[in-house]
C-alpha cells in the first residue's frame, strides 16, 4: 500500500511542476503532456471501478468524457486516491479483468504502479525538467517489478523494452526506465 501511495504522490508532484505551456508538448509516449496525464487519471479511475466490481466495458464507457476538467492537478490527486483504496481494500487475490483475461489484483497492481512512474518521468522529459524520480520510489518499483518483468513485458504494453544496452553501473532509475522501452 506504501508504494502506490507514493507513486501516485511522485506523479502529482510532478504534474504539479508542469510548466503552463508544457500541455501540449509531445511525450515519449507519443502523447501530448495533456493526453499522458488525462491517460493516467482515466487509468486510476478505471481501475478503482474494475476492482469495485464493475466491468470492463462498463468501467470503459463511464469514462469517455474529459477527465481533467478545469484543474488536472485537483482530477490527478482524487483519482490517484480512489485508486489506491481500491487497492486497500482489494485482496491480493481478487481477479480484475485484465485486456487478456483476468489477473490477480497484485499483479494488476504492478502494472498501475510502472504506469505512474513511467509516465511521470514521461512529463519530466517532455516538459524539459529534471528528470529525477524519487529514490525511493524507483527503488520500491525496481524490487517489486524485477521478479515479475519477464511477464510484464511479455503482455507487451512497454514499448520496446529493455535496449540491451544499459551498463551495469547504470543508476537503477536508467535500469527501470529501460526496462520499460524509455531510453533516458
Known sequence: ??????????FER??????VDSWDLPTPSQMSV?????????GN???????AGVGREQARNMLTDDQLGD???AAVAESWRHQAEAFAAAPPEQPVPGPRGDVPAEAFLRFR????VVH???????????ETLDPPVVAGLSRVVEPHLDDMLAFGAYGEGPSGTVPPD???????????????
Not at 14 to 19: A, F, S
Not at 45 to 51: E, G, M, S, V, W
Open 1 to 10: 500500500m506504501e508504494l502506490i501511495l507514493a507513486a501516485s504522490a511522485e
Open 14 to 19: 510532478v504534474v504539479r511542476h508542469l510548466p
Open 34 to 42: 495533456r493526453d499522458l496525464v488525462e491517460h493516467v487519471v482515466v
Open 45 to 51: 479511475r478505471f481501475t478503482a471501478l474494475l476492482l
Open 71 to 73: 484543474d488536472p492537478v
Open 113 to 116: 504502479l510502472v504506469d505512474l
Open 120 to 130: 511521470a518521468w514521461d512529463l519530466l522529459r517532455a516538459a524539459g525538467l529534471d
Open 170 to 184: 547504470a543508476s537503477q532509475q536508467t535500469r527501470l526506465l529501460d526496462w520499460f522501452g524509455r531510453r533516458p
